[in-house]
């Protein structure tokens, strides 16, 4: 069974910064492209991050480049959001994701524009103040 489970959110002032992790199980995890997204109330989900398998593409949404860094450690079996510079407007449930690669969605940034990954976390809150 394919298990994403989220940590690092919290409250944060504005400038600051978190970092989320995704903790996966049940997978081949470096088989998996992962991805990070965010939905805010009464918003459309956004794709904010996305990571390729094994060669290290990423992808970063135009609201988030410069600020926010996706990583992996296919050691570990983890993914990390690393987010700089948190604005009020980054506040939204952040969820990991993961869907088995596929060459057709490559590279991360057409799979993560779609929003088509198998598997979700349940999310973890972010809440950046002013």
């Known amino acids: 069974e394919v298990q994403l489970v989220e940590s690092g959110g919290g409250l944060v002032q504005a400038g600051g910064s978190l970092r989320l992790s995704c903790a996966a199980s049940?997978?081949?995890?470096?088989?998996?492209?992962i991805g990070w997204f965010r939905q805010a109330p009464g918003k459309e989900r956004e794709g904010v991050s996305c990571i390729s398998t094994r060669d290290g593409i990423t992808y970063q949404a135009d609201s988030v480049k410069g600020r926010f860094t996706i990583s992996r450690d296919n050691a570990k079996n983890t993914a990390y959001l690393q987010m700089n510079s948190l604005k009020p407007e980054d506040t939204a449930v952040y969820y990991c994701?993961?869907?088995?690669?596929?060459?057709?969605?490559?590279?991360?940034?057409?799979?993560?524009?779609?929003?088509?990954?198998?598997?979700w976390g349940q999310g973890t809150q972010v809440t950046v103040s002013s």
């Open positions: 994701a993961a869907d088995y690669y596929d060459k057709l969605f490559n590279p991360p940034s057409r799979r993560c524009k779609s929003g088509h990954f198998a598997s």
């Open positions: 049940g997978f081949t995890f470096d088989d998996y492209v």
